[in-house]
């Protein structure tokens, strides 16, 4: 794609464009820190409750089977962020047929394969030792099998939400749905907590997520439908061949998942089967605290994101580049202070936390930080690819990364422990950053010179105080 270079001169139209692009960025920006504000503090407020009511044993067991949604990831296959991008530029060009059922296309297939998916599980269920499997033999059938179920049901409640948020960004109004889902989130945890200090077990927790859940889907779609009537659910809306040009992309998106599971979900797994749920919750709690780093790159990335997809649609080089260099330099100033604080000072962090002695160490922490920064700081060296639906090469390289850290980690685990494993993890992550970024820069038109340049530099600082302001 050629670009169009903006400058001073450019028409007061290009202007105006430009004036609305800071301005959504601006709405995305505080509904995004919003959200990961509200995922962070809840996700922290909970550790210590879970462990005060449950204990370890019992924590680590939960934190086991709520890896059972992410089973789920397949029936997505990448289209919630496919679609997002297609719908974008789609009405963006006035084919707003074309956009209607695309996107319903999309939402009865991502149904169907979970469906299917259900059915699978179901089968591994009755036919074989699916509790074995997971590490948890110990637990009781039909409390086991009950909170498959719900967490299953909780898993499709949150691909269909994860759907309706292309509607939202198509609208411009991507900012309402972030800040609905960090709505739904505060109420989840608040829930949670209530059912744990009333003396909920395993099953009455996975129900209060599913109940809040599902309310916050219906909520989303209501709006949604509202906002969009012309593209918003219907059933008979929508074929396999609308489907189509959606899945080389949403394939490519659905690496990124899959890998996801694999960092989290798939060490929970190795480490309850080779030190048992008190090195989980260990494991977890590490992550969630050096993790506030990722809550804060990821709210870049949804601010920036929809803003680049119309960039390069409008063909805006210059704008292009601006949006990744913008994106970037947070990220590089905090990293490493943030780094050095999680290392010196983490453990004693965690212990104040959670009222208890996890066997925490230093260099556990620099691990996790540096995991956290690497894994946070990849998705913005690749937000142009991912704005773009141009993922196909570095999907692969990403799952492939990941998938070798997971089997990597585990031998290295061995003879370092936990420590073994983050480590692998931070190697992948940072190949991962080199492969987006240079990736970026070919698709932008730009050197990575471009973006360290003294001039893009002070543009950028600029850029970010005009913001502020």
Not at 209 to 217: N, P, Q, S, W
Not at 222 to 243: I, M, Q, Y
Not at 342 to 350: L, M, N, P, S
Not at 399 to 422: C, D, K, R, S, Y
Request: with cysteine; glycine share 10%.
């Amino acid at each position: 794609m050629s670009f169009v270079p903006f400058s001073v001169r450019d028409t007061h139209e290009a202007m105006l464009a430009k004036k609305d692009t800071v301005s959504g960025i601006r709405r995305n920006l505080l509904s995004s820190i919003y959200l990961a504000g509200a995922n962070s503090l809840s996700q922290l407020a909970l550790v210590p409750v879970f462990l005060h009511c449950w204990g370890q044993q019992v924590y680590g067991e939960w934190l086991v089977l709520f890896t059972v949604p992410a089973f789920f990831v397949f029936s997505d296959v990448g289209l919630s962020s496919a679609v997002g991008n297609a719908l974008t530029i789609a009405l963006g060009q006035g084919r707003v047929r074309e956009a209607e059922r695309s996107f319903n296309a999309a939402w009865k297939f991502q149904v169907i394969a979970w469906v299917g998916i259900f059915c699978v599980l179901g089968l591994l269920l009755i036919f074989s030792p699916l509790r074995e499997g997971l590490g948890v033999p110990q637990m009781d059938l039909g409390k086991f099998s009950l909170t498959v179920l719900m967490l299953s049901l909780y898993s499709l409640a949150s691909l269909q939400a994860s759907m309706l948020s292309a509607i939202y960004r198509a609208a411009g109004t991507y900012a309402n749905y972030l800040s609905w889902s960090a709505h739904a989130r505060i109420l989840e945890a608040v829930l949670v907590a209530v059912v744990l200090a009333s003396g909920g077990r395993i099953i009455a927790v996975a129900a209060a997520m599913l109940a809040v859940r599902a309310f916050g889907t219906v909520i989303l779609y209501e709006k949604g439908r509202r906002l969009l009537p012309g593209v918003c659910c219907r059933l008979f809306s929508g074929t396999w061949a609308d489907l189509v040009p959606l899945l080389p992309s949403g394939l490519a998106f659905l690496s990124f998942p899959v890998a996801n599971a694999l960092v989290n979900q798939g060490t929970v797994l190795v480490v309850n089967h080779m030190a048992g749920p008190a090195a989980v919750v260990l494991l977890n709690v590490c992550r969630q605290l050096a993790r506030i780093f990722q809550q804060g790159t990821s709210t870049i990335l949804t601010a920036f994101q929809p803003e680049m997809t119309r960039a390069y649609g409008a063909k805006n080089g210059v704008r292009v580049r601006q949006l990744q260099s913008a994106a970037l330099l947070p990220v590089c100033l905090v990293a490493i202070p943030f780094i050095a604080g999680v290392t010196v000072f983490g453990a004693d962090v965690i212990q104040g936390w959670t009222r208890k002695d996890l066997g925490v160490t230093w260099p556990l922490m620099f691990a996790c930080s540096v995991e956290a920064v690497t894994f946070g700081g990849g998705a913005l060296c690749s937000l142009l690819p991912w704005a773009i639906n141009r993922i196909r090469a570095l999907s692969l390289v990403y799952i492939l990364l990941n998938a070798g850290a997971l089997l990597g980690g585990a031998v290295l685990m061995g003879p370092f422990g936990l420590t073994g494993l983050v480590g692998a993890f931070c190697l992948a992550g940072t190949a991962y950053c080199a492969t987006g970024l240079f990736l970026g820069c070919r698709l932008g038109g730009f050197a990575l010179r471009d973006l360290w340049s003294p001039r893009e530099i002070a543009a950028t600082v600029a850029w970010w105080r005009t913001r502020k302001a």
